[in-house]
């Protein structure tokens, strides 16, 4: 069974910088697509960054150039560097696996919390 497990989160002030990071455990096909997303209370989940295994990107406005997100397929793993960090970047996130095949795989979430 494929579980994706983040890392990273937590309470920073704004203009601080975190740095997220998604581990799939189980045998797991071919990644496609790997992505994170967020939902701020009260809000719909969106996406904020996403990575295709040729290691193409594609960033939501509200954070371009403050977001790096990067990965390592040997480890299964997807990266999200967070800098500059503002009080409307607090959401819980979310990791998101797409394998060549079509599965799908989402990460139990991670609290990011920035403080004015």
């Known amino acids: 069974q494929v579980q994706l497990v983040e890392s990273g989160g937590g309470l920073v002030q704004a203009g601080g910088s975190l740095r997220l990071s998604c581990a799939a455990s189980?045998?797991?096909?071919?990644?496609?697509?790997m992505s994170w997303y967020r939902q701020a209370p009260g809000k719909q989940r969106e996406s904020v960054a996403t990575?295709?295994?040729?290691?193409?990107?594609n960033y939501a406005d509200s954070v371009k150039g403050r977001f790096t997100i990067s990965r390592d397929n040997a480890k299964n793993t997807v990266y999200l560097q967070m800098n500059s960090l503002k009080p409307e970047d607090t959401a819980v996130y979310y990791c998101h696996y797409r394998t060549w095949r079509g599965y799908e795989y989402w990460g139990q979430g991670t609290q990011v919390t920035v403080s004015s």
């Open positions: 189980g045998s797991i096909f071919t990644i496609n697509t």
């Open positions: 990575i295709t295994s040729g290691g193409n990107t």
